[in-house]
């Protein structure tokens, strides 16, 4: 596509429900970012996928997050048992591998948890 | 540890005045740089991206220049708008192993017309 397509764009869930925030990035982008805004965090890295190598899970906060990239495009970020401070917006980048061009970010989920 | 800092974090000015926004970060060794616009509710748009090897980049209004050895980059605004009004973003990658951008915390900018 033309640019990086999020959905949905808001999702409100109960506490302790599952969620899934799905990522299309830019065809031919190899590489895949999620990012998490938070009121008064500032962007917080997440998760960071590199063609069929392995993700850097370095930024995951906790283990009920997890990602996968399906055929080295479409991503799916996972938050089970959902708590309030996962409230926030959760953004998706991608970007070509060599590094040489920016990051072209989506128009993120907003997720709350109520 | 990398830290970006942005000043001011926010700023008011009137139309038509050129204007500095400042991003400086604790260690040199970076990858690149890049600037990105935020409006409230939206994504991050990329505005000028700096590779560790470039001192500076431009794109119509905008100049950003980038200082590796004193671990500072500016965003240089010309004239600026009322459409300039965001949120100023400073990212710092630190190599090409990582894809991990570290941001600073931005800069708000409000211009009046």
């Known amino acids: 596509g033309a640019g990086v397509s999020q959905s949905p764009s808001n999702k409100v869930t109960e506490k302790g429900k599952d969620v899934e925030l799905r990522c299309d990035p830019i065809s031919g982008h190899t590489a895949l970012y999620w990012y998490r805004q938070s009121l008064g965090q500032g962007l917080e890295f997440l998760i960071y996928f590199q063609g069929n190598s392995a993700p850097d899970k370095s930024g995951l906060p906790s283990d009920r997050f997890s990602a996968e990239r399906t055929g080295g495009s479409v991503s799916t970020l996972t938050i089970q048992r959902t708590q309030q401070e996962d409230s926030a917006v959760y953004l998706c980048a991608s970007s070509l591998y060599s590094g040489l061009d920016g990051y072209t970010f989506g128009s993120g989920t907003r997720l709350t948890v109520v | 540890k990398q830290e970006v800092t942005q000043i001011p974090a926010a700023l008011s000015v009137p139309e038509g005045e050129n204007l500095v926004l400042n991003c400086s970060f604790t260690?040199?060794?970076?990858?690149?740089l890049q600037w990105f616009r935020q409006d409230p509710g939206k994504g991050l748009t990329s505005l000028l991206l700096?590779?560790?090897?470039?001192r500076e980049q431009t794109s119509g209004r905008l100049n950003a220049s980038l200082d590796k050895s004193s671990g500072r980059s500016t965003l240089y605004i010309a004239a600026s708008q009322p459409g300039d009004s965001a949120t100023y973003l400073c990212?710092?990658?630190?190599?090409?192993?990582?894809?991990?951008?570290?941001f600073g915390q931005g800069t708000t900018l409000q211009v009046k017309p």
């Open positions: 990212a710092v990658r630190v190599s090409s192993n990582t894809g991990k951008l570290i």
């Open positions: 700096i590779q560790s090897s470039q």
């Open positions: 260690d040199s060794a970076i990858y690149n």
